[in-house]
């Protein structure tokens, strides 16, 4: 964690770099302990099917972060909210990006006890945020680290999925690593969904089990996004993009968008 300081020093010298064109090296935030690749001699995740066991911390007023995209934990999701629901437990607030599936902190009695925030409207919160009974929070995607780090939001438990623990206890966050990694850095308490369909993917997803609190094995289908059936129009513009507007040796930033196949 960067002191005040710190903080300062690599803000100037950014923005002097940015004044001379300059663009420095990735700069990391490594934290000792709080680093998700390394174990932690003696530690061990409890596996429990039990929410009054992993959900025994959980109070008013509470910060919780979401895994999203292909990788939201459903099944994990629905275990909180049934648990928040039966203590009574009052605003409870969720923060994510990009969800998919079932998003049950909306619905019905949900709604009185949890606040959905999302940093990326998804599909399925899109009409909460639109009626007013979930906040969109509009900020850079890089930004987002920042508020986990600086405790600006604090993050009392991450709900994840991650992979199968391979022979040396390390799991992988698989298709969703995003901003994942700083919230399971500064999250008070991590709940993980094992879902043996989740690949192990390399790099910066891998999480040694020392780091999550419990482990809740749960085998589902990854979430899939299905694209509606291709119409002349999609082929008319993705066409026209592709013919007119594209050139041999081009750089695309391609958006979230179906229409993004026809181009």
Known sequence: M??????LIYSRVLRSCRTHNFTP????????PTEPLSPIPGR???????TEEMFGSLSDNANIFLHGGAATPTF?????????????????????????GEYPFTEGEAANHFRSSSFFVATNCREAVSSGIADYIPIFLSEIPLLFRQKLIALDY?????????????CSLGTSVDIVRPAIQNAKYII?????HVPF??????????????LLPFDV?????????????????????????????????????????HV
């Open 221 to 261: 289908p990854l979430h899939e996004t299905r694209w509606p059936p291709i119409t002349t129009v999609e082929n008319t513009v993705g066409s026209i993009v592709a013919e007119t507007l594209v050139s041999d040796g081009a750089t695309l930033q391609i958006g979230i968008c179906f229409k993004q196949k």
């Open 201 to 214: 993917t390399r790099g910066e997803a891998a999480i040694h089990i020392s780091h999550i609190d419990y």
């Open 192 to 196: 993980g969904q094992v879902n043996k």
């Open 44 to 50: 061990f995740p409890k596996w429990s099917k039990n």
């Open 158 to 170: 991450a709900l994840i999925s991650v992979s199968p623990p391979d022979e040396h206890g390390f």
């Open 2 to 7: 960067l002191s005040r300081c710190e903080y």
């Open 76 to 100: 994990l999701s629905k275990q909180i909210v049934n648990y928040a629901v039966s203590h009574n437990l009052k605003n409870i607030k969720v923060f994510h990006i990009h969800t998919e």
């Open 25 to 32: 090296k990735r700069f990391y935030y490594i934290d000792g």
